[in-house]
């Protein structure tokens, strides 16, 4: 896994984020069932942890990861969203942040959303309120890498960390160690 | 009238501190009145809002006032609907912070002809505040005492959103009295079976509680509270007292 974070970082751009706690808000218009997941990389590296739908972790002993399925109101879904909060990240190293589509990844297969321009939109909100956009490719595949966060360094008026947004990153979940064998089924 | 490219400037260097606040506040209370019955000035304090750097200051009062007394929101003791859409806009577009919450509440107390959903309004602006990010700080926590304290008429809705407050903060670094302030509404709330239908308010915190994935100070003070003036409570809640004993030392 180590590894792997290492050839990332060349693909990255980078944005400033500030504070500690952030606020990543996926919207869909498929049908399809996506996910947000977030890979915490401990900063003794032994203790990692996937926090998604089937393990969310607790709010007093970060990290912790709230999803959310909200519909439009209209109760025909024309929108999907969901957003997962990431509170105190300085506990961790790092924390990748993930989407992907929950069927494709079980059946193995590949993802409509990641091929569909324009088919949903991820961005990150910082503690003032700072809204990134992120601008996933189109790419094959179904899970896609779509953030880094990782502690830059810590300033006197609250921890400073950079969002290392993937440019072109993608691989099925099966080449992350460990993880496929985790997903459990839908709520 | 959208932020100019100046202004936009500002906003950023503040957000990315090259830009000293308390200079740039002071600069901004030296502003003529009438620049509040300008929209684009009213979108750069809600701007600065949004970035949490407003709220701490001393300057938020003063902006707060000024605002609510020279937009020409205020016709006579009636609100003028065009206040609604703007505050609406301008933390859709930029976020909320606590000048936003203060400015309403201030609305609030003065406008006493407001409409019906006037309450709804207030209440959607301060939940729509805490989305699990925003710890409860000394400021905003003397401004949400404000607004339950001012309320004549509590609803199950205000139990609601105190509920959700807590919920949302939990794990933050909440301002000390935070926790009292929740269990003393929490507990008041039961005994004066407060809502409509007798009893809904206590089967609401109850549930709230139950569901709790991990027990806060808050909640169990809530708890302790709620036992200690005789309401009947659900074993498996008094349980998560005797379960957290170490976390509740020293509370008391």
Same mark, same amino acid.
Request: proline fraction near 2%; glycine fraction near 6%.
């Given at each position: 896994?180590?590894r792997?974070i290492?050839?990332?970082?060349?693909r990255?751009?980078?944005?400033d984020?500030?504070?500690?706690?952030?606020?990543?808000?996926?919207?869909?218009?498929?049908?399809d069932?996506?996910?947000?997941?977030a890979?915490?990389?401990s900063?003794?590296?032994?203790?990692?942890?996937?926090?998604?739908?089937g393990?969310v972790?607790?709010?007093?002993?970060?990290?912790?990861?709230?999803?959310a399925?909200?519909s439009?109101?209209d109760?025909r879904?024309k929108l999907r969203r969901?957003h997962?909060v990431?509170?105190?990240?300085?506990?961790n190293?790092a924390?990748?942040?993930?989407?992907?589509? !929950?069927? /494709?990844?079980a059946? %193995?297969s590949? *993802? +409509?959303?990641?091929r569909?321009?324009?088919?949903?939109?991820?961005?990150i909100?910082?503690?003032?309120?700072?809204?990134?956009?992120l601008?996933?490719?189109?790419?094959?595949?179904?899970?896609?890498?779509?953030a880094q966060i990782?502690?830059?360094?810590?300033s006197?008026c609250?921890?400073?960390t950079?969002?290392?947004e993937a440019?072109?990153?993608?691989? !099925?979940? /099966?080449?992350?160690? %460990?993880?496929? *064998? +985790?997903?459990?089924?839908?709520? | 009238m959208?932020?100019n490219?100046?202004?936009?400037?500002y906003?950023?260097?503040?957000?990315?501190?090259?830009?000293?606040?308390?200079?740039v506040?002071?600069?901004l209370g030296?502003v003529?009145l009438?620049a509040?019955a300008?929209?684009?000035?009213?979108e750069?304090?809600?701007?600065?809002?949004a970035?949490n750097l407003?709220g701490g200051n001393?300057w938020?009062?003063?902006?707060a006032?000024?605002?609510?007394?020279h937009?020409g929101?205020?016709?006579?003791?009636?609100?003028d609907?065009?206040?609604?859409?703007e505050?609406?806009?301008?933390?859709?577009?930029?976020?909320?912070?606590d000048?936003?919450?203060?400015?309403?509440?201030d609305?609030?107390?003065?406008?006493?002809?407001?409409?019906?959903?006037h309450?709804?309004?207030?209440?959607?602006?301060?939940r729509?505040?805490?989305?699990?990010?925003?710890?409860m700080?000394?400021?905003l926590?003397?401004?949400?005492?404000?607004?339950?304290?001012?309320?004549s008429d509590r609803?199950?809705?205000?139990?609601q959103l105190?509920?959700?407050i807590?919920?949302e903060?939990k794990?933050l670094?909440n301002?000390i009295?935070?926790d009292r302030?929740f269990a003393?509404?929490?507990e008041?709330?039961v005994r004066?079976?407060?809502?409509?239908?007798?009893?809904?308010?206590?089967?609401?915190?109850n549930?709230?509680?139950?569901?709790?994935?991990?027990?806060?100070?808050?909640e169990?003070?809530?708890?302790k509270l709620?036992?200690?003036?005789?309401?009947?409570?659900?074993?498996?809640l008094?349980?998560?007292i005797d379960?957290?004993?170490d976390?509740?030392?020293?509370?008391?």
């Amino acid at each position: 896994m180590g590894r792997q974070i290492t050839n990332l970082d060349n693909r990255f751009s980078q944005a400033d984020l500030w504070g500690n706690s952030f606020i990543v808000d996926l919207e869909w218009t498929l049908s399809d069932d996506l996910d947000l997941a977030a890979l915490c990389i401990s900063k003794e590296g032994n203790n990692n942890s996937l926090i998604y739908h089937g393990s969310v972790g607790k709010r007093a002993a970060p990290p912790y990861v709230h999803l959310a399925h909200e519909s439009d109101g209209d109760g025909r879904m024309k929108l999907r969203r969901e957003h997962l909060v990431i509170t105190r990240s300085n506990a961790n190293s790092a924390i990748l942040v993930f989407v992907w589509d !929950h069927a /494709a990844v079980a059946s %193995g297969s590949w *993802a +409509e959303f990641l091929r569909k321009q324009g088919s949903y939109s991820i961005s990150i909100t910082d503690q003032r309120n700072h809204r990134i956009q992120l601008h996933p490719p189109v790419v094959a595949g179904n899970c896609l890498l779509v953030a880094q966060i990782r502690d830059s360094h810590v300033s006197s008026c609250g921890r400073a960390t950079t969002v290392e947004e993937a440019s072109h990153l993608s691989w !099925h979940l /099966a080449d992350l160690a %460990g993880v496929k *064998a +985790e997903i459990q089924p839908c709520r | 009238m959208p932020l100019n490219a100046t202004q936009s400037e500002y906003l950023e260097a503040l957000r990315s501190g090259t830009m000293d606040t308390t200079s740039v506040l002071n600069e901004l209370g030296q502003v003529d009145l009438a620049a509040y019955a300008n929209a684009n000035f009213r979108e750069l304090l809600f701007a600065i809002d949004a970035t949490n750097l407003l709220g701490g200051n001393e300057w938020v009062v003063t902006f707060a006032q000024n605002l609510v007394d020279h937009t020409g929101w205020l016709v006579g003791d009636a609100l003028d609907p065009a206040a609604y859409a703007e505050i609406g806009q301008l933390h859709e577009e930029y976020g909320r912070g606590d000048y936003g919450i203060r400015v309403v509440l201030d609305l609030t107390e003065k406008a006493t002809n407001r409409p019906n959903n006037h309450l709804s309004f207030v209440r959607r602006t301060i939940r729509e505040s805490f989305r699990g990010i925003r710890p409860m700080s000394e400021q905003l926590l003397f401004t949400i005492k404000r607004y339950y304290e001012s309320l004549s008429d509590r609803s199950l809705q205000d139990v609601q959103l105190l509920l959700h407050i807590q919920e949302e903060t939990k794990g933050l670094d909440n301002a000390i009295g935070f926790d009292r302030f929740f269990a003393k509404h929490v507990e008041k709330a039961v005994r004066d079976d407060i809502g409509y239908g007798k009893g809904r308010v206590k089967a609401l915190i109850n549930t709230a509680l139950l569901d709790s994935d991990e027990v806060t100070s808050a909640e169990c003070l809530a708890i302790k509270l709620l036992k200690d003036s005789g309401v009947s409570l659900d074993a498996d809640l008094l349980s998560r007292i005797d379960t957290s004993r170490d976390r509740l030392m020293g509370m008391y």
